[in-house]
């Protein structure tokens, strides 16, 4: 399943929130006190669940709990979790000594001791897809190939180009915008971004380096209103899981 292409309700907002890697104390106090999701509003997830942060397990949970409570909630894949579904498929041919090995936990709370996935995590993970296509704009995790006939035959550069947006292509893609995550942007450039509603929106301010100045938040677009909402990280003050 590469993309989906997803109607607009008839009620409600859209939501389109960026990389969450692995902070699941800030993504729900932006759901529930900042954005206040309601059943008939949609929030579109730009992919990075996983990694950076201190607990990934608690970000995908609080994903498949809002799934499970009737929350319109539509997850993108990121490259975090292609490597985690990599590592998964590695691990499947590792030998008794192999497994012995150190492992880097990418993951931690996901695996079992053979580093092989849960099947709920597996069957989460599986099922992402690239891209969605709104009436109005296309959402991807990194970016979209434009140098190609067809930027959408592309996963690979989806979970991974950057510096893409020089060569945006409007007709490449319906003459809609394009709304993405993965490189890290300071504040002031996605402001400016949403604040022209330029054709290519970034949306990650890097909600890890809450260290850095114009960074460390997690962001949420409004996509009906242009509205930016930014949640400072809230899960800081736990012991950081890997980078």
């Known amino acids: 399943m590469k993309g989906v292409k997803v109607e607009k309700l008839m009620q409600g907002q859209r939501w389109v929130v960026a990389d969450v890697h ?32 201190p607990d990934s397990k608690g970000v995908i949970d609080y994903i498949l709990e809002l799934q499970e409570d009737e929350y319109q909630v539509y997850p993108l894949r990121g490259n975090h979790e292609q490597m985690l579904l990599d590592s998964h498929e590695r691990a499947k041919n590792y030998s008794p000594e192999e497994m012995r090995l150190p492992s880097i936990q990418r993951g931690r709370g996901l695996k079992d001791a053979k580093r092989q996935l849960y099947p709920k995590y597996l069957h989460f993970l599986e099922n992402l897809p690239y891209y969605y296509e709104l009436e ?17 035959d592309d996963w690979n550069a989806m979970l991974w180009i950057s510096d893409f947006a020089k060569n945006y292509n409007p007709h490449k893609i319906k003459h809609k915008r394009v709304i993405y995550g993965h490189q890290t942007t300071s504040i002031q450039e996605i402001e400016k971004a949403i604040r022209k509603k330029s054709p290519v929106v970034p949306l990650d301010n890097g909600c890890y380096k809450y260290n850095l100045e114009d960074y460390g938040h997690l962001c949420a677009l409004n996509l009906d209103t242009w509205e930016l909402i930014r949640q400072k990280n809230l899960d800081r003050e736990v012991l950081v899981e890997e980078v």
Not at 45 to 51: A, C, P, Q, R
Not at 136 to 152: K, Q, S
């Open 22 to 53: 692995g902070h699941p104390k800030t993504l729900q106090h932006l759901v529930e006190e900042k954005i206040r999701l309601q059943l008939n509003d949609q929030l579109f997830l730009l992919g990075d669940y996983i990694n950076r942060g």
């Open 136 to 152: 109005d704009c296309f959402l991807v995790h990194a970016g979209f190939d434009f140098t190609l006939a067809n930027p959408l």
